[in-house]
């Protein structure tokens, strides 16, 4: 569930929505949609991967003793 604030008039809006309304306005043009896929998952993948030694320590220190 997505939180909505109507009152905030900003020109982005969340990664689907954003490429909804790029396959609206385009049309299903597959190489400028796999650019945009690209633009919109690129930060959450450099954000993991700077974090990678803290996400995996984090699962090592909550793991289970069996």
Same mark, same amino acid.
């Given at each position: 569930?997505?939180?909505?604030?109507?009152?905030?008039?900003? &020109?982005?809006?969340?990664?689907?929505?954003?490429?909804?309304? %790029?396959?609206?306005?385009?049309?299903?043009?597959?190489?400028?949609?796999?650019?945009?896929?690209?633009?919109?998952?690129? &930060?959450?993948?450099?954000? %993991?991967?700077?974090?990678?030694?803290?996400?995996?320590?984090?699962?090592?220190?909550?793991?289970?003793?069996?």
């Amino acid at each position: 569930m997505t939180l909505n604030v109507s009152f905030i008039r900003q &020109p982005w809006h969340g990664g689907s929505l954003g490429l909804n309304k %790029f396959v609206s306005q385009h049309g299903t043009e597959w190489g400028a949609l796999m650019a945009a896929s690209t633009m919109v998952a690129a &930060p959450m993948i450099v954000l %993991f991967l700077v974090a990678q030694r803290y996400f995996v320590q984090g699962i090592v220190l909550t793991g289970l003793k069996g």
